[in-house]
């Protein structure tokens, strides 16, 4: 497959006398033909499970993922609002895909299957597509190269410039797309749906729950209160000339009461004669 066509470079055609071989960015480079030994499939799988406790099986769940050395990437729980609805939660996980069929039947032990389905995408044409435009891409890169290590001029060597800035920004996006792909072949991803077989009888949250929520909003008010100190603090920092221009004029207002007060601007001699 060859990759698209650069548009030839806006410049003098005899650059120090550059071969046209090298000079003719729009020549087009055969694909190298890369075998494909096996199917390339991103495969997904969903199961649903009734479990006698969520919780319970959500701790379980988590020791299945660290034995399969996958990840969880998703984890979203419902408590019941009423003593007629049931917990339930939502598990997404990543396992390397030679292990997708073992943990499966780890899953399925926890529960009662309800629904089991896996469905795969062959991706191979993609990954060979991608790996022949980067390759030729490539090709192009180290042309470009050549010829700015040849050119002349400055508008010669900006013009090549930016034709390998061009395509070195393509590389990098198909190396991204390319890795993208073969994570998801390497990786396969479950969706795990829990229900709880009987409905709440409590709507009551279990104790530990209690305890996070009562530690997380006093560590929220904590925060809050501290956020309001400094805030406290920035403004009296600001205006602290008036405040000191505020604390002098009290100051001198109240001296000034002192220095002319009737009692203690008496004299002596008024003072015996009474």
């Avoid at 997904?44 to 969520?54: C, F, P, Q």
């Avoid at 590389?171 to 991803?189: D, G």
């Avoid at 221009?245 to 009290?250: G, M, Q």
Wanted: net charge positive; glycine share 4%.
């Amino acid at each position: 497959m060859a990759n698209k066509a650069v548009p030839p470079i806006a410049a003098d055609r005899t650059v120090n006398q550059v071969p046209a071989s090298e000079s003719t960015i729009s020549q087009k480079a055969e694909a190298a033909p890369i075998a494909r030994s096996r199917p390339q499939l991103i495969k997904k799988a969903a199961i649903s499970l009734t479990v006698n406790s969520v919780d319970q099986t959500i701790d379980a769940v988590s020791q299945i993922i660290n034995k399969q050395q996958g990840d969880l990437i998703g984890l979203k729980q419902q408590q019941p609002k009423n003593d007629n609805s049931r917990h339930t939660a939502t598990i997404q996980l990543r396992i390397p895909e030679n292990l997708l069929e073992s943990t499966l039947e780890e899953l399925a032990k926890l529960g009662t299957v309800k629904t089991r389905n896996i469905t795969a995408e062959d991706v191979g044409d993609r990954l060979v597509d991608f790996q022949a435009r980067l390759t030729n891409l490539q090709k192009t890169e180290a042309n470009l190269q050549k010829i700015m290590d040849r050119a002349g001029s400055v508008r010669d060597v900006l013009s090549v410039a930016q034709e390998l800035s061009n395509v070195r920004e393509t590389i990098e996006q198909i190396n991204a797309q390319l890795k993208s792909l073969q994570n998801q072949v390497a990786y396969s991803t479950i969706t795990l749906n829990l229900e709880a077989a009987v409905s709440s009888t409590s709507s009551q949250p279990a104790f530990g729950l209690q305890v996070q929520e009562t530690w997380n909003k006093s560590t929220h008010s904590l925060s809050s209160f501290s956020v309001g100190l400094l805030k406290l603090g920035i403004w009296l920092i600001v205006y602290s000339p008036y405040l000191l221009i505020f604390a002098a004029l009290v100051y001198g207002f109240n001296r000034w009461r002192r220095t002319h007060s009737p009692r203690l601007t008496q004299t002596p001699e008024s003072t015996s004669s009474e």
